[in-house]
């Protein structure tokens, strides 16, 4: 008998799965290309750098997959590339010359989305590698303009090659015929100092645009 019931038991439950799973969101790939609106937050340590700080239009390219867990869940893993950076204006107290730091970046977010109906809510983690930057710095006296290339290492003026953080925001599907057009607004939070002489944490808003292809639907009710 107890075998029967851990048998009547066990169907129930796949039961209950499969039926969860028939309802749940669409899984789909997309792809983006959009700009960012980027800045580095230079810490309580380096209070007098906040008024010399300019916005840098950055930019971003990559990959997002949408794995539907049930009506209102989903997890979306995403991967781009990524130009970040941030601006400081002429007479700051680190370059004296208007500076700008732009950083080359592969970042990996995993986000947990909430959704109500095509409005959804998603927040989670992120992980970054910087691979290369540059400084462009403009000489007060002379107006001439120097390009270094950023190393990446111990050194004083070396940045880090690791970047972490916390992306958070909002969106909604436009349902196409073919397609799906998403349209995403969501803010990143770096928590990992990438600098040695003096502390940057990145900063970032991003308002993107992504176009997905309707993948097969797993169920009668999925929505976008």
Not at 94 to 115: C, D, F, M, N, W
Request: glycine share 10%; proline share 2%.
């Amino acid at each position: 008998m107890n075998s029967t019931i851990k048998s009547g038991g066990l169907v129930a439950l796949m039961s209950f799965f499969m039926t969860l799973s028939s309802f749940a969101q669409t899984n789909r790939f997309s792809i983006s290309l959009n700009s960012l609106t980027t800045n580095f937050n230079y810490g309580k340590s380096n209070e007098e750098l906040q008024s010399y700080k300019k916005n840098f239009r950055g930019l971003q390219a990559g990959f997002a997959y949408q794995a539907g867990i049930s009506p209102l869940f989903s997890v979306a893993p995403e991967i781009y590339f990524a130009i970040k950076g941030g601006t400081l204006k002429e007479s700051n107290p680190l370059t004296i010359g208007k500076s700008t730091l732009q950083v080359y970046s592969l970042e990996l977010p995993i986000l947990a989305r909430l959704h109500c109906k095509n409005l959804f809510l998603n927040a989670g983690p992120y992980a970054g590698y910087n691979l290369g930057g540059r400084l462009k710095i403009k000489d007060v006296e002379t107006g001439q303009t120097t390009n270094t290339k950023i190393n990446f290492g111990k050194a004083k003026s070396d940045l880090k090659n690791w970047d972490y953080g916390f992306q958070a925001g909002a969106g909604y599907n436009f349902n196409m015929k073919k397609s799906i057009l998403t349209l995403d607004l969501r803010y990143g939070y770096g928590m990992a100092n990438i600098s040695n002489n003096v502390k940057r944490f990145n900063r970032m808003l991003n308002i993107s645009v992504k176009v997905s292809a309707l993948a097969e639907k797993s169920s009668k009710k999925a929505e976008g």
